[in-house]
């Protein structure tokens, strides 16, 4: 009987808990501070991973101009759009994150 009565408190306590939740995320205040974190996390990974891909393009690319001197404007003019197809990729991810920051979409 003691141990009903313990259940029977600890599942009062806590379905009060999940009223002041569903109040709390109908008015969406919790979301902001993870939209932060997120854009920030985001950022990060996109311009290490990109400086990491950047790299190892400019390698190869080098690599290849040594092998072949005489393909090295082809080489060069590939590894140019490589890059800048690459750079796109950490631009697109800094205007998501700056939606996420200032337009908010889920406010």
């Given at each position: ?16 808990g ?11 205040s ?12 985001g ?5 290490g991973?990109?400086?990491?891909g950047?790299a ?10 040594a ?20 750079e ?9 994150a700056?939606i ?8």
């Open positions: 009987m003691r141990i009903a009565l313990i259940l029977l408190g600890l599942s009062l306590s806590l379905a009060e999940v009223a002041y939740a569903a109040d709390a995320a109908a008015t969406g919790w979301v902001g501070p993870f939209t932060v974190i997120a854009a920030g996390i950022m990060a990974l996109a311009a991973l990109c400086g990491l950047q190892r393009a400019i390698a190869a690319a080098l690599e290849g101009m092998r072949q001197p005489g393909a090295a404007a082809r080489i060069q003019t590939a590894m140019i759009i490589g890059l800048a197809l690459i796109s990729l950490a631009i697109y991810t800094l205007v998501i700056i996420l920051l200032f337009a908010n979409p889920f406010k």
